[in-house]
Nanobody, 120 residues
């Protein structure tokens, strides 16, 4: 059974940082691309970033330079380091298996999400 468990969300002030983690099990993590997506209140899903099995990364333009995705295959974990956070980054953040940008139908497995709130 595929499981994805996100953690690391919380309340942070504008300009602050958070590191999200997604620990995976039940599939060959090291051979799989992984993505982060988010859903802000009242809005649809937005793809944030992805990392392929070879470590190559991709980002939505608005997150480039502020967010960094990485992975630790020994720990079956993908990370999202978020810096210079803005109130508009407030959302539930999800990890998913694969890197398909906004082609949501291609993602078979999702985590339960972790809430990030950016507010003073």
């Amino acid at each position: 059974e595929v499981q994805l468990v996100e953690s690391g969300g919380g309340l942070v002030q504008p300009g602050g940082s958070l590191r999200l983690s997604c620990t995976a099990s039940g599939f060959s993590f090291s051979s799989s691309g992984m993505s982060w997506a988010r859903q802000a209140p009242g809005k649809g899903l937005e793809w944030v970033s992805g990392i392929q099995s070879d470590g190559s990364t991709d980002y939505t333009d608005s997150m480039k330079g502020r967010f960094t995705i990485s992975r630790d295959n020994a720990k079956n974990t993908v990370y999202l380091q978020m810096n210079s956070l803005k109130p508009e980054d407030t959302a539930v953040y999800y990890c998913a298996v694969g890197v398909f940008r906004n082609s949501w139908s291609k993602y078979d497995y999702w985590g339960q999400g972790t809430q990030v709130t950016v507010s003073s």
